[in-house]
Structures are given as C-alpha cells and as structure tokens.
C-alpha cells in the first residue's frame, strides 16, 4: 500500500541551528501539505502545495521557515534557526488534489525536539 | 475562521460498548469532513470522509454523520475494542483552499 514518507523520525537541535525534514509524497499526488502538530493539539495547517506551487502559507512563520517543492513531486521544510518554541511534530500529508475535496494522507510525521 | 470544537475530551468505555463522539464546527462552508485516528507518537490514518452533499458514512464498525447546516459531526463505534484506544480528530476541509482544520481530539481508552 503507497504511502507517504518523511525522513528523519526524530530530531534533536540546539537553538538557532537549521533543521530540515523531507517529504515524498504518495505517486500522483497533486496536492501536498505540512502541518504542525503541539502536543496536546490538533495539527495546523503550514504551507499547501498544488503540484509545485503553493497555494496557501498564511500560517507559515516566513522569518524563519521556508518550504519547496521543486518538481512537483517531493518536499523540503527548513527552520533556520531554530527556536525552542518550534518543538512539535511536524506532518506531511498528501491527497490527489481534485477539486471537490480528497481523502488527505498522512506520514508518520519528524518529532522536532529543540533544546 | 473556523473553529473546531470535540467533546469530550477523553473518554474511557468498557469493552464492547457503543460510544459517540462529538464534533462542532462554526463555518458551514465545508467541502467535506474527515475523522482520524492518532495513536501516540504516530501520524494520523484517515477513518471516514464525508462529502458535504452527504449525511452519513460508514466503514465496518465506524458510523460518522454530518449536518453541515447546524456545524456538527458525529462518530459512532460499535462494540468498541480495546485495539480502539487512540486519539480522534475530526477535520473539516475549507471551502476555496480545501484546507483541513483541526480540532484538538477526543482521547478514547477501552478497557478489557
């Protein structure tokens, strides 16, 4: 069964290092999303890919955080720098990107631990 | 902006019985609904989508309705198990951007 993969798991950093976590999404995904998830809370949207064009990164913290994805295919969300605040689980997810709405698949996500 | 509202919280049942959990939301203008499942440390699994046209889904022993006039979402589980034990987050998806929004979950423990 396809699913989507994120690389690392886990990830420990210092403040003001950069991070970066990487998505693949499942093949034919249009669609591609980040999410922030704080323990204890649902997960908030990021940045939102249709094919390599982003269609919505109101809530992305942009002094910091940038995302890409070149080709349409997989994606790249970066911190630089990091902050203590920024520790979270951060999800990707994907869906075929048809107007109308689709099933939204998830990763396991990159648990970001920033000491 | 939407808000996503579940109740309850957490909630802890004895094997087999029947449960509900709630879900409410303040914009109607919804593409569609999700319910997840999230186990601790793990990603989310999508359990049901509804369409915004629909008023029910079902999947084996999982029921979700939706009435989108009054902003508000049901997920039923029959006979619960203790392989049910998760965390359940339902989602509305914007209408325009398709976005989903969260809401902050309904911990569920069955107890053998």
């Known amino acids: 069964e396809a699913e989507v993969a994120q690389s690392p798991r886990y990830k420990i950093t210092e403040k003001s290092q950069a991070v970066a976590f990487w998505c693949d999404p499942i093949s034919g995904h249009a669609t591609l999303y980040w999410y922030r998830q704080i323990l204890g809370q649902g997960p908030e949207l990021l940045v939102q890919?249709?094919?390599?064009?982003?269609?919505?990164d109101s809530q992305l913290p942009k002094d910091r955080f940038s995302a890409e994805r070149l080709k349409g295919v997989d994606s790249t969300l970066k911190i630089q720098p990091a902050e203590l605040g920024d520790s979270a689980m951060y999800l990707c997810?994907?869906?075929?990107?048809?107007?109308?709405?689709?099933?939204?698949?998830f990763g396991a996500g990159t648990r970001l631990s920033v000491l | 902006k939407q808000e996503v509202t579940q109740i309850p919280a957490a909630l802890s049942v004895p094997e087999g019985e029947n449960l509900v959990l709630n879900c409410s939301f303040t914009d109607s203008a919804i593409y569609n609904l999700q319910w997840f499942r999230q186990d601790p440390g793990k990603g989310l699994t999508s359990l049901l989508l509804i369409q915004s046209s629909q008023r029910e889904q079902t999947s084996g022993r999982l029921n979700a309705s939706l009435d989108k006039s009054s902003g508000r979402s049901t997920l039923y589980i029959a006979a619960s198990q203790p392989g049910d034990s998760a965390t359940y987050l339902c989602a509305p998806a914007q209408g325009g951007s398709e976005k989903l929004v969260f809401g902050k979950g309904t911990k569920l423990t069955v107890n053998p």
């Open positions: 890919f249709q094919d390599e064009s982003v269609v919505d």
């Open positions: 997810a994907s869906s075929l990107g048809r107007r109308g709405g689709d099933i939204q698949y």
